[in-house]
T-cell receptor, first 117, second 114 residues
Framework: EPEVTQTPSHQVTQMGQEVILRCVPISNHLYFYWYRQILGQKVEFLVSFYNNEISEKSEIFDDQFSVERPDGSNFTLKIRSTKLEDSAMYFCASSELPPGTGGGEQYFGPGTRLTVT | AQSVTQLGSHVSVSEGALVLLRCNYSSSVPPYLFWYVQYPNQGLQLLLKYTSAATLVKGINGFEAEFKKSETSFHLTKPSAHMSDAAEYFC????????????FGTGTSLTVIP
């Protein structure tokens, strides 16, 4: 069964460093998403991406964040200068159908745990 | 605006007992509702979804949920818990006016006692 994959599973970085989290969405999906979950808190939407551009982003997704689809398979989330409060589990998701529709269920990867020290 | 509230961050049931995980939603438009499960060290897996068809929705692994508009609820149930059901469960809502966003609850951790 096709699945979303994410690498690395765990990333430790120092405050101020740049990190890139990588995701490989399901191959025939066209809509891509990043979410994060700070320990003990809700899963929060960060950004959605379609047709090589951001469709929607939340207030969390400020100028230190960026997303890219550098090739036909990868979808990346870059954090330019990490802060302690960026420590969280980051989930990538993809969907075949447009979001906001009932059929547009999102398939999630296993997550990358980011620890900023 | 859309949101979901999951009552009970931790639920423990005995093996073979009824599982009931609560989710209440707030939505200004007819919602689409989802239950996801997360097993340790894995991603979120869709259990079931409500998309304005039948109000009683059956999902994988024997789970089902009933959409009750009058109660703004979408509780998840399973008649008989198995040890393998131990996991984190998330309720989520989206709607025609939420754009690309899923709004998740804080999750409920289910423990199954042998």
């Amino acid at each position: 069964e096709p699945e979303v994959t994410q690498t690395p599973s765990h990333q430790v970085t120092q405050m101020g460093q740049e990190v890139i989290l990588r995701c490989v969405p399901i191959s025939n999906h066209l809509y891509f998403y990043w979410y994060r979950q700070i320990l003990g808190q809700k899963v929060e939407f960060l950004v959605s991406f379609y047709n090589n551009e951001i469709s929607e982003k939340s207030e969390i997704f400020d100028d230190q964040f960026s997303v890219e689809r550098p090739d036909g398979s990868n979808f990346t989330l870059k954090i330019r200068s990490t802060k302690l409060e960026d420590s969280a589990m980051y989930f990538c998701a993809s969907s075949e159908l447009p979001p906001g529709t009932g059929g547009g269920e999102q398939y999630f990867g296993p997550g990358t745990r980011l620890t900023v020290t | 605006a859309q949101s979901v509230t999951q009552l009970g961050s931790h639920v423990s049931v005995s093996e073979g007992a009824l599982v009931l995980l609560r989710c209440n939603y707030s939505s200004s438009v007819p919602p689409y509702l989802f239950w996801y499960v997360q097993y340790p060290n894995q991603g979120l897996q869709l259990l079931l979804k409500y998309t304005s068809a039948a109000t009683l929705v059956k999902g994988i692994n024997g789970f089902e949920a009933e959409f009750k508009k009058s109660e703004t609820s979408f509780h998840l149930t399973k008649p008989s818990a198995h040890m393998s059901d131990a996991a984190e469960y998330f309720c989520a809502v989206t709607g025609s006016n939420t754009g690309n966003q899923f709004y998740f609850g804080t999750g409920t951790s289910l423990t199954v006692i042998p």
